[in-house]
């Protein structure tokens, strides 16, 4: 038997870490950065779909913000029932501090994983065990470890 793991990040779109905020936005458009979430519920529902024909298990690290996004569009209990729930910050928070110069200290870290894991609970009906977080590189955003 062959095993492979398929992990997707839930994002805002094109994120990206802004100076002096906690809050990721997402890649300016039109000079606006502000966090866009159009593109989530279909991005979403278009790889659980795909991944439902070929009968494969996902991980879905979602960040919380994007998830209430979702949720308004699209019911996640039934997306994503069969996959794994995980969490992916509340609104793609930099906890290391390096990309918005904010370093967080235990508490405001302990306090944001808790906001978020309680929000996607509310919204998935499943309390995230693992998450992903963020490291501070241009060249890879979103790093699970
Ligand atoms: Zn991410």
Redesign the pocket.
Known sequence: MRRAAFTV?V?RDV?VPLSGALPAGSAPRDGDGSPRFSSSARGLVLLVDALDELGIRGTF?L?AEAAQHIAAEVDLRRLLRGHEVAS?GFS?EDLTGKSTGLPLNGEERENIIDRAAETIRDLTGVLPRGS?R?ISTSMM??TNY
């Open positions: 990040d994002d994120n690290f960040e992916h793609h992903a963020r955003p979103c």
